[in-house]
């Protein structure tokens, strides 16, 4: 799908569709619109950026279930619900769910493009977090068994000359393995260096 | 053509304990068992119709099917602005948006047409109607509400009352609707004194009057009247349509449905209704 940030507009009511979508595109968005949820679900991809903006009650998936089926499919997009009047259970279990906002359909446009940007900017943010996340994991894949291994000790905290006894290894071989650990991540000091372990997930 | 049989009996032994003959009686109860059958087709139709159906229908129109045209009427109008404020605007696309806003403007008044014809059900069927049952029908559906409420039900009718001209459904519609807003009405009573009278007679005119009073705090003067505007409401959770559909299907029997405060306390609802021919008494 699409590279740039896009706004995939999901509602069963085609009228309603194409005017949030001029409304979008006049804003100034990249808009897409789809009638069901099943039609955006097929063109979503891992590389997708955006948000969606649905409707709450639709036949078929609704807004729940969409959002629900993202977050399973691995592109959790933020979503801004649509909706009749005061849902409430929805609501709470929309939030719960992590929407980003949850607005009337006859709430103003600045409400809506305002929810609009904001949906954008989390998934920008999270998007960013996650390929961070990704590239660590990445680097430390790269690490062999043994530097795995010297690796926890660092993180622990152990001088190399523990770490050797620890290991049955030569202090200099240690030194050897970590000189190889701080070129593969990327990192010299220890304290970044566990930071980055943790933040990868390395040693849960 | 099927029939319905009640059979009791008590079999009669001889000195040795043998059974030697049987006593009893059979019956067909084919009539009551239709009768009971009829009534709880009846309740399940009300149950359905009264609560389900109409106010169901009416809630679902007005949430989702005029919001949705009144939605895009709303993202078009807003786009179009936003459009007209660029140097050069783009004149087929606001032709498009007008367009647009003219087709859901007319499925919006289509709505309106339908709920309009919802309320107004041209398919109302006159038929001799037994009053007494058909307020104990409808006292029956609500008794255990009232139960639970703490609301005292009681039905008063005259005696040799002549059968109402009118559609039991809706009629029976009507008379849940003036029966739980009377129950509504004495919520904030004390426990004890929660009470709603059923009345039926017959007036002056000639016709059935059919009266519902409850002990609550009355009707001030200036909204007896607003109660029956559609919309109005003084409940938090109501619609305010109850009393304005009431008021449509009396008058479609070629009655009237009206309010009064009574001076002790409390408000009355009372609706007339005409005699069915050939049952005058």
Redesign the interface.
Known sequence: MNKSATVYVVDD?P??L???G??L???GFEARMFASSAEFLTQVSRDTRGCVVSDL?MPGLNGLELQEALARSGTPLPVVF?T??GDIPSTVRAMRQGAVDFLE??A??HQLIAAVRRALERDAAERAARARHDELRRRFAALTMREREVLRHVVRGQMNKQIAADLGIHERTVKLHRTAITRKVGVPSVAELTTLAREAGLFE | MLRWIAAHGRAESGADGRPLVMRGIVRDITESKRAHDESEKLRRELAHSGRVTLMGQLSSAL??EL??????????A??AE??LRAPEPDLD?LRA?VA?IR??DR?AGDVIDRLRALLKRRSVELQPVEVESLVQDVIALVRTDAAVRHVALDFVVASGLPRALGDKVHLSQVLLNLIINGMDAVSESQEGSRRVVIEARRNVDGMIEVAVTDSGSGIPPEIAEKAFNPFFTTKSSGMGLGLPVSRTIIEAHGGKLWAESNAMQGATFRFTLPVAEGTVR
């Open positions: 009511d009228s309603y194409v005017a949030v001029r409304l595109r006049a804003a009650q649509l009749g009047r359909k006859l103003p446009d | 949430d989702h919001n949705q045209p009144l939605g895009a009427i709303l993202r078009n807003e786009a936003m459009l696309e948006i647009d087709k859901d499925r």
